[in-house]
């Protein structure tokens, strides 16, 4: 769906959907539907969708992606965001992110990871390392970007 937004792209786990540790455990698990979502992030992305078009993109394998969708859909994440299901993509390495944050021709990206956000310097205008969507929303308000 192309609106003549500018694009802002949001990693899934750890950002959007909580689990613990350092492999989000609770979402490997089988419960992994009941995973929560992360404090304040269906809110947070549904002001920034009102700017700019959202689009997911996370890193996983297959399984992992099957059980995202199936998580997004569950959690009425559309619906409350008003991310088109159409924009949720998925890279099997971490490295192709910020290819793919280019070609999408992203204003923005929000990811937990450090690497991440290092490999978009330069390639995107405004990386943004995620610690929570409190500091995240000031963040971005300070940068001008809401």
């Known amino acids: 769906m192309n609106t003549g937004k500018e694009?802002?792209?949001?990693?899934?786990?750890?950002?959007?959907c909580g689990g613990e540790g350092e492999e989000d455990t609770s979402f490997f698990a089988d419960n992994y539907l009941m995973t929560p979502e992360i404090e304040g992030a269906f809110e947070a992305i549904?002001?920034?969708?009102?700017?700019?078009?959202v689009w997911l993109i996370s890193k996983c394998g297959p399984k992992i992606q099957e059980r995202t969708l199936e998580w997004l859909l569950s959690h009425d994440f559309y619906a409350k965001t008003q991310v088109d299901p159409a924009q949720v993509l998925f890279?099997?390495?971490?490295?192709?992110?910020?290819?793919?944050?280019?070609?999408?021709?992203?204003?923005?990206?929000?990811d937990d990871r450090t690497d991440i956000i290092e490999s978009m310097q330069g390639k995107i205008p405004h990386?943004?390392?995620?610690?929570?969507?409190?500091?995240?929303?000031e963040d971005l308000s300070t940068a001008k970007l809401l």
């Open 91 to 110: 890279v099997r390495k971490r490295h192709q992110k910020a290819p793919l944050a280019q070609e999408l021709s992203l204003v923005g990206f929000i």
């Open 7 to 16: 694009t802002f792209g949001i990693d899934f786990g750890k950002v959007i």
């Open 46 to 53: 549904r002001i920034l969708s009102e700017k700019y078009d």
């Open 127 to 137: 990386p943004v390392l995620f610690l929570n969507w409190k500091q995240t929303m």
